[in-house]
């Protein structure tokens, strides 16, 4: 699918990425999924992936009703820009060493549900006209919406499939 530039086409793709991540974590044996990933990188790991995409729908789920209830709220938490957001990455990743892979499954699974719930209210324009929302910069709602959804699942995948190679 393209894409979207619609919010129905929106939620098709966050769906059904997410359901192909499933599937592919579901063909995976007990033993790969608990594996280390055999290439060097910073998500060493399923549940590293998994809390990585946890923590992305957390930054969306907190930054979207602050801003749509006229509080001002960056994206990227406080001291994190766009430059800089790779060392953010890294911190999530400190801060989840000791959750479990069945914790981490359980937080993606319910956040995935609560992003959909939020885009659900919102409508073609809102989410696609770039500027509509002066705090989203140059770009428009629905960019924010599939970076942290469909695209996220697509790295999620890329990462998980070199794990199985």
């Not at 793709?13 to 974590?25: G, M, T, V």
């Not at 719930?117 to 709602?141: A, M, R, S, V």
Request: hydrophobic share 40%; with cysteine.
């Amino acid at each position: 699918m393209a894409r979207p530039t619609n919010k129905h086409d929106l939620i098709v793709l966050a769906n059904s990425q997410f359901e192909k991540l499933w599937k592919l974590i579901d063909s995976m044996s007990e033993e790969k999924r608990l594996a280390t990933f055999s290439f060097e990188d910073r998500d060493r790991n399923l549940r590293d992936v998994l809390v990585h995409l946890y923590e992305w729908h957390q930054l969306l789920l907190h930054w979207l009703p602050a801003n749509l209830a006229g509080k001002a709220v960056n994206f990227l938490p406080t001291p994190y820009n766009w430059k800089t957001y790779p060392q953010m990455n890294v911190e999530i990743w400190k801060k989840h060493q000791t959750t479990s892979l069945k914790e981490a499954v359980a937080l993606l699974k319910e956040t995935h549900i609560e992003i959909i719930k939020l885009i659900e209210p919102l409508t073609d324009d809102e989410l696609f006209t770039k500027k509509y929302f002066p705090w989203t910069g140059t770009t428009n709602l629905g960019s924010y919406c599939i970076s942290a959804t469909s695209s996220h699942y697509d790295w999620a995948m890329k990462k998980l499939k070199q794990h199985l190679k």
